[in-house]
């Protein structure tokens, strides 16, 4: 199963190219498409509520593995740039740059276009990425699109299973009541062998569950692998205290206060204690509080982009999250809203 997200301005395209990767099915804050065809899966996220808000952003880059970035023939803008330094600071590793519209511009201008999107993404996470051209009236390239993108999703299913002798963890993004069933939940697999039976602890709670059955792409199984998006149906939990970002896995660290080991991007207007930056650590969010910021061994006032950072946050919402959880740190106020990123100190 291949899993991506499409990510753009308002007028990149991104929509109307998610409708023709497959059947529209779940919106929200994220619209989902399906696709099957023989061994074949292919789930699409469009991040609707992007750029009205960063979190449906957020969320689609954490269901995914693969990222297409649309820019139209206008160029980079204002959000394209922030999808830039979303990914970039999130280190994601896999994705593609899809020039829509391309059945409104000119070869030329679309090989000037792409030696600016490869000067501003010299250095980032997306420097070595691929480039297609699509036209959105047409058409054309799209069949060399889903090649490219089921090539590079055979790429990500090696590196996932690796992951699959780990402890079991599951992401959940939606949670709901099934009449005679219970409690059914739809996540992904991030790392382990989820099994039939399992009894896990739905963090940031304490609530032990058992799964009590699996679901892939509608069909029952006895086990899912790492990176397979799953529909469970759970055991002694309501579907009211299951919600979207909780982790069902044997052991989590849980807090409402944080320290992390800070990176702030360039662009970043920067922190000052007092201050209050929204942190994300998978789909879970909250607003924090700094309370104290060190560089090199001493206490400041701001944070700086020149060196590591040691930041002490103190929040009111309990958080789950293991030592390799990458924290994104965002200014929810600021024009260009991510502002850096943290590992637990």
Not at 139 to 165: H, R, S
Request: overall charge negative; proline content about 3%.
């Amino acid at each position: 199963m291949t899993k991506i997200t499409i990510i753009g301005s308002e007028k990149s395209g991104k929509t109307t190219l998610a409708s023709k990767l497959g059947k529209k099915g779940n919106t929200a804050d994220i619209t989902m498409y399906d696709f099957s065809k023989n061994d074949r899966v292919l789930t699409t996220i469009d991040a609707v509520g992007y750029p009205t808000s960063i979190k449906p952003m957020v969320t689609a880059f954490n269901l995914s593995d693969i990222v297409l970035l649309c820019v139209p023939p206008e160029g980079l803008d204002a959000h394209t740039g922030e999808c830039i330094i979303a990914l970039d600071l999130l280190g994601y590793k896999h994705g593609i740059i899809v020039l829509t519209k391309a059945d409104t511009s000119y070869p030329f201008a679309l090989d000037e276009l792409k030696e600016k999107i490869k000067k501003v993404t010299t250095g980032t996470s997306l420097e070595n990425w691929e480039y297609i051209s699509i036209s959105t009236t047409s058409f054309e390239g799209m069949e060399e699109l889903k090649e490219m993108i089921f090539d590079m999703g055979d790429v990500v299913a090696k590196e996932q299973e690796q992951l699959n002798d780990l402890p079991t963890r599951v992401v959940i993004d939606q949670s709901f009541n099934v009449t005679g069933i219970g409690c059914v939940v739809l996540g992904i697999v991030m790392q382990g062998t989820l099994n039939a039976k399992d009894k896990l602890v739905a963090f940031p709670t304490d609530k032990t569950i058992e799964v009590r059955s699996i679901q892939l792409h509608d069909v029952d199984a006895k086990s899912a692998p790492a990176g397979a998006r799953v529909g469970l149906a759970l055991k002694n939990v309501q579907s009211k205290d299951i919600e979207r970002g909780f982790i069902l896995s044997e052991k989590e660290d849980v807090t409402e206060d944080l320290t992390l080991k800070c990176k702030f991007s360039p662009f970043s207007k920067g922190f000052a204690i007092g201050d209050v930056p929204h942190i994300f650590v998978g789909l879970q969010s909250a607003p924090m509080r700094i309370e104290k910021i060190v560089k090199d061994g001493e206490e400041v006032e701001r944070t700086t982009t020149d060196s590591e950072c040691i930041v002490t946050l103190l929040g009111s919402k309990l958080l789950a999250y293991n030592e390799s959880d990458r924290f994104i740190i965002c200014n929810l106020d600021d024009k260009q809203r991510f502002a850096g990123y943290g590992y637990k100190a």
